[in-house]
């Protein structure tokens, strides 16, 4: 079982930053690639950006490119995300997820473990 709870959510102005953290605990993380997806009032469940297990691939969606940045700290069992220049359109609840593998995916259903998620609201 891997745990995961998120955290930094909020309310923020068009143009501004918010960083998310996803906190895992559980099995090794480190063996764990992990990814963020978001979901609007009414809209389905999307993919916004994964990395592999070391960090060392990442993916976005194309809707956030340029925009945000995925990492991860395996000493810390922490995955963030970076959003910058921030749209009413990026208002949604990001899930922070977990999936057994080394290398991440881009489909809901490629993820075993999922958080509880986070609002993150843009006024405009």
């Known amino acids: 079982q891997v745990q995961l709870v998120e955290s930094g959510g909020g309310l923020v102005q068009a143009g501004g930053s918010l960083r998310l953290s996803c906190a895992a605990s559980?099995?090794?993380?480190?063996?764990?690639?992990m990814g963020w997806f978001r979901q609007a009032p009414g809209k389905e469940r999307e993919f916004v950006a994964g990395?592999?297990?070391?960090?060392?691939?990442?993916r976005y969606a194309d809707s956030v490119k340029g925009r945000f940045t995925i990492s991860r700290d395996n000493a810390k069992n922490t995955v963030y995300l970076q959003m910058n220049s921030l749209k009413p359109e990026d208002t949604a609840v990001y899930y922070c997820?977990?999936?057994?593998?080394?290398?991440?995916?881009?489909?809901?259903?490629?993820?075993?473990?999922w958080g509880q998620g986070t609002q993150v609201t843009v006024s405009s």
């Open positions: 990395v592999n297990y070391n960090g060392g691939s990442t």
């Open positions: 997820t977990a999936r057994p593998s080394l290398n991440t995916a881009a489909t809901a259903e490629a993820y075993d473990y």
């Open positions: 559980g099995r090794t993380f480190s063996r764990f690639a």
